[in-house]
């Protein structure tokens, strides 16, 4: 190695040091042989900036549950993070028989395993900058027990995986969330949330459709590269149900649920329904899949549902999806529910596939505005199954024909094969989402690519890149995506150092005979 580049490389190192508040930063290890034997033992309530606690795998769950009220910051944000086995499985959290450290005291207990945000102990502020990533959180719902401040205890039947109660700049990252009330719940008093590449399937309960895969309310939310499985057996929710400001929903996996996505008012919340971000909800780049006669026959219910109609969201932008319904021969498959005549939709470059008749397959119903333009649909798509008015508006763009031409159908890949209809055929996107580049792709499963642009774009949810080089590596979570969280624990300093000598080891390389 050549002096400079160990300089460079030595500068790599430093910048862990060199870092803002990394000097004062503090490494928790916790699991079987480590410093912390227990989550309970962390000091939760003393954490700051930069602070990063690391849950190791180990054969057993860890039957704990506690509160975070931290506050990092932009550049060192508090970091939950768990250290997969060598078999890559993610350290298990259950709530079944769950006890909490007796130091943290908070309301709400019953309401989830990990909680951020209100508490008496510590004294909370808005907790900020924080990430929780790589855990598998399970089993907080009835009728599993804890034990809490008042000892054995109930969850209620709402209760989650993770409930962000209060929280800002808060991203969920790489967990798995399962058979739980809710897997992800999100509050009202929080804001910039990021919800990515995670994995989130069977919660709910038997009987009720009030309790769903996720289920949220935030001042800004993005969900990215996150798979959504089915619910529990017998349980009616939403994969997906949201009452946010500001919602984005990029480049996700979403199958099953009684619909696989719920996107309603902002009910008990005005400072939700006046904020400005409030007025526009930006879904593109996904798959959303039904399965064989799956709960409810529509995938995309949009405006309220409070029965306030007045604050019911007004404008959806639903764009280069692919949308497909497994459901039987002799059932319906209807696209949107637009909840009143206000609501107004623009849907375009998307892939709409029944694997029934066309006639199976209606595009809405619901009397508000909705244009319909580049689209593929299948032969005998109808407006509406009901019959009743509606508002569509068609640009005489949209394709038809028996078969998407999907890589593998019967597999589940849904990217396109060679001679799809769908290939080349973009169209010009309206305007309104031009903050929203279409430039991320979804990989299964729980990750994102970058979207390849070679040219006129493909319709529907991926992009085929003949004669270029193969997939790109998997995105970075927290690069240049508004995440929370620097990319890796050194921050961007650390990356230049690795730059600089990958860059130097290159050019000695190229300078060899």
Known sequence: MS?????????AAAALLLAPGAATATTYEVGPGLPFASIGAVPWE??????LVRIHARPEPYAEKWVLCARGTEANPVRIVGVPDGGGALP????EGATTRAQLDFWNEERALLKIGGANAPACTTP????????HLRRARAPNAFTGRSGPSAYDDNAAAI????????TIRGCELEESGNGLFVAAASEDVLVEDNFIHGNGNPGSAFEHNSYTAAHRITFQGNRYGPLCPDCGGNALKDRSAGTVIRANWIEGGNRQLDLVDGEDSALIVSDPAYGDTFVYANVLLEGTDDGNSQIVHFGGDSGTTADYRPRLWFWNNTVVSK??????TTLFRLSTGAQRAWVGANVFMVTAAGSRLALVEGAGPLTLTGNWLPTGWRLTHSGAAVGVTDTGDNRTGADPGFADLAGGDFSLAAGSPALDAG?????EVAGHPLD???LPHQATVVRPDGGPRDLGAFERATGVPPPPDPVPPAKARGGCGSAGDGGALALLGVALARALRGRRRAARP
């Open 327 to 332: 459901r039987s021969a002799a059932s319906n």
């Open 3 to 11: 002096h400079i580049t160990r300089l460079a490389a030595a500068l």
């Open 440 to 442: 991320l792709q979804y």
């Open 427 to 431: 169209v010009l996107l309206s305007a």
């Open 128 to 135: 900020a900058w924080v990430v929780v990533e790589r855990l």
């Open 163 to 170: 409930f962000v109660e209060a929280g800002q700049h808060v």
């Open 92 to 95: 298990v959290i259950t709530g």
């Open 46 to 51: 003393s954490l700051g900036p930069g602070d």
